[in-house]
């Protein structure tokens, strides 16, 4: 019986030592999991901030792009559109009473197409007025404009 307590002691020892050898094995590999699984959380996590970011920075870069290129066709646009002016003087005789006035027809339009029709403006004008200071200041619109009257140069070629 002696031998086998000297056989089976050792054997004992041997079976319990690989059981504790699995167990920290085991453990050491489910730490270095978890470890794994940290960087991985860490780095999905880093991905997915780094997404954000970008598609955020896309939106904005988007969204910018759109509107200059809505300012540049409203810019398009407003640099087509024209004011198309004529005028003349007008002579009315009521009871011997005879008036003048001064006539100024705008119209704007777009390219060729008009917008408007004909806007009219009548002032009674004396004998020493200014005609081109009162073309000037009764007109509608602010862009230069074209003169009819006067071969389609600008009115600012008249003053």
């Given at each position: 019986?002696?031998?086998?307590?000297?056989?089976?002691?050792?054997?004992?020892?041997?079976?319990?030592?690989?059981v504790l050898a699995w167990f920290i094995m085991q453990s050491r590999m489910e730490v270095k999991l978890a470890e794994a699984r940290e960087r991985i959380a860490s780095d999905k996590g880093a991905?997915?901030?780094e997404r954000e970011a970008m598609e955020a920075q896309l939106q904005t870069a988007?969204?910018?792009?759109?509107?200059?290129?809505?300012?540049?066709?409203?810019?398009?646009?407003?640099?087509?559109m024209k004011v198309e002016q004529r005028h003349y003087t007008r002579e009315n005789r009521r009871l011997a009473q005879p008036r003048k006035s001064l006539v100024l027809q705008e119209?704007?339009?777009?390219?060729?197409?008009?917008?408007?029709?004909?806007?009219?403006?009548?002032?009674?004008?004396?004998d020493d007025a200014d005609l081109e200071q009162l073309i000037a200041d009764m007109t509608v619109f602010e862009k230069p404009r074209?003169?009819?009257?006067?071969?389609?140069?600008?009115?600012?070629?008249?003053?």
């Open positions: 019986m002696e031998a086998l307590v000297w056989i089976g002691v050792p054997a004992f020892a041997a079976v319990v030592s690989g991905i997915q901030a988007m969204r910018a792009a759109q509107e200059r290129a809505h300012r540049e066709a409203l810019d398009t646009f407003l640099g087509e119209r704007m339009y777009f390219r060729n197409i008009p917008l408007s029709d004909w806007i009219e403006h009548e002032i009674v004008v004396t074209l003169n009819v009257a006067n071969g389609g140069r600008p009115m600012k070629a008249l003053a």
